[in-house]
Structures are given as structure tokens and as C-alpha cells.
């Protein structure tokens, strides 16, 4: 049976999964890392065959999270670098970078907000493959 290969990339306040091998993966794999997602309050997107969690975890704790779910994976981790980033000029998030938004926010940015912040929100999306 083929491991599921897993790239984490923690952002400030959440963590973004890449599944990178998702189409080779069975069935009852698939439906373990939906299981996984789901208990985690979490957003799977077969879109981008990627999934998100609004937690603060480290790659050592979700790397024990998966073990301890039985999820056959081979784990890596994706290191981004940061710099200043442009900030956010509306709502609840006003002055917060888009880079510290969580994922599940930024995916619902995409579907919902048609604002003058736009090109920089379709940049940060970009920047995440979302």
C-alpha cells in the first residue's frame, strides 16, 4: 500500500497540509485523512488536494498527531521565509498581515470578498496555492 506523502507548512496561526500523492491513494486512505481533518475542525480542499487547520501545532506534533491515527504518511515539512507582508485594511483582521490569516479565512476570502484589497488577497492565495 502507498504511504500518503504529506507536506506541512506552518503559517502563524494554522497549518496547511499538501497531499501530494492524494490521486494514487485508496479510498479508505482518503476517508482516514477526511476522519483526521474533520476532528480537527479543519477544511479539506480536493481542489488544491490540500488541507487546513486553524491550530498552532509544530511539524514534531502533527507528525506525532498523524501516528497516533494510524495514518500510514510519510511526512515533510515546508520551511517559508518571512518578510514584511501587506496588511489587512478592513473588518475584524484590520491591520493583521494576510500572510498571519488562517487558511479556512483566505478560502473563504476567495469565494467571498469582491473588495479593493483584492489583487493582494489573490497574491497571498497565489503565494499558498490555495
Not at 504529506?6 to 476522519?35: A, G, M, P, W
Not at 487547520?53 to 520551511?79: M, T
Not at 494576510?98 to 476570502?109: H, K, P, Q, T
Request: aromatic content about 14%; hydrophobic content about 35%; some cysteine.
Amino acid at each position: 500500500m502507498i504511504k500518503a506523502h504529506l507536506v506541512f507548512t506552518k503559517y502563524h496561526n494554522s497549518y496547511r497540509v499538501d497531499v501530494r500523492n492524494l490521486e494514487k491513494l485508496s479510498v479508505e486512505q482518503i476517508q482516514e485523512l477526511q476522519h483526521f481533518v474533520k476532528n480537527r475542525n479543519g477544511i479539506f480542499d480536493f481542489t488544491s488536494y490540500s488541507f487546513v487547520i486553524q491550530k498552532r501545532v509544530e511539524f514534531y506534533e502533527f507528525v506525532s498527531l498523524i501516528e497516533h491515527s494510524d495514518i500510514k504518511a510519510r511526512c515533510e515539512e515546508n520551511i517559508i521565509e518571512v518578510k514584511s507582508q501587506p496588511r489587512v485594511g478592513f473588518g475584524q483582521y484590520k491591520g493583521m498581515q494576510y500572510s498571519d490569516l488562517a487558511n479556512s479565512y483566505m478560502i473563504w476570502l476567495k469565494a467571498n470578498y469582491r473588495g479593493y484589497d483584492r489583487e493582494l488577497i489573490e497574491a497571498e492565495l497565489k503565494k499558498r496555492n490555495l
